[in-house]
């Protein structure tokens, strides 16, 4: 088997995936680090907001996913990625304009070509969405 990411190799490969114009608009920053797979957070503000003074649910739907890679990063061969290929979301509760937002994703299983991942938003120790997502495993052809 494949050496899994660690050290430099995992933090260029979380960097890479915050510098996605989507994530970078949103402010989505990680919660430690020193460790992506702890997911990460934004303020509820900008295209985070509804303009109703409430956190949009696409800009949560993003910042989800984007939390479950993280979390499947260190499972993952630097020769490895990984793609959603199905989410499934709740929302529980509202976070406000200027909420800050961390969510943080857990591997459930990971076979050879897929990982089944559960994720949390929280603001201020509040639930505000769960999900529940598969990727599918890349590997070079």
Do not use: C
Not at 65 to 81: I, K, R
């Amino acid at each position: 088997m494949a050496e899994l990411l660690t050290g430099a190799a995992l933090a260029a490969r979380a960097a890479a995936a915050l510098d996605v114009p989507l994530q970078r608009s949103l402010g989505a920053r990680l919660i430690d680090p020193d460790a992506p797979a702890a997911g990460a957070w934004f303020v509820v503000d900008g295209l985070a907001s509804n303009g109703r003074g409430a956190l949009h649910a696409a800009a949560l739907g993003t910042v989800l996913e984007l939390a479950a890679y993280l979390a499947l990063l260190p499972e993952l061969s630097g020769a490895e990625d990984a793609v959603t290929h199905a989410i499934a979301t709740q929302l529980v509760a509202a976070a406000r304009d200027g909420d800050r937002v961390e969510v943080r994703g857990q591997v459930d299983r990971r076979t050879r070509r897929l990982a089944f991942l559960s994720v949390t938003a929280t603001t201020s120790g509040r639930t505000v969405a769960r999900a529940q997502l598969t990727k599918s495993i890349l590997e070079p052809r």
